[in-house]
């Protein structure tokens, strides 16, 4: 089974299935995208940046 989430890639700007890299960095299943996830002090994600399109 394969871990990943639904969320608003901000690199092709859809809503695409994003799986996991390593504990901060996330691909995007449309366009490939990495992403860093940023969480906030109670640990939930609020913000997605592209490192690499």
Known sequence: MSLFVIFDCPACECVEK??????????????????????????????LTVVEA
């Not at 449309?30 to 940023?38: D, M, P, Q, S």
């Open 18 to 47: 994003l799986t996991p890299v390593d504990d901060e960095i996330w691909n995007c299943g449309g366009c490939g995208a990495k992403l860093r996830e940023h969480r906030d002090q109670a640990g939930a994600t609020v913000d």
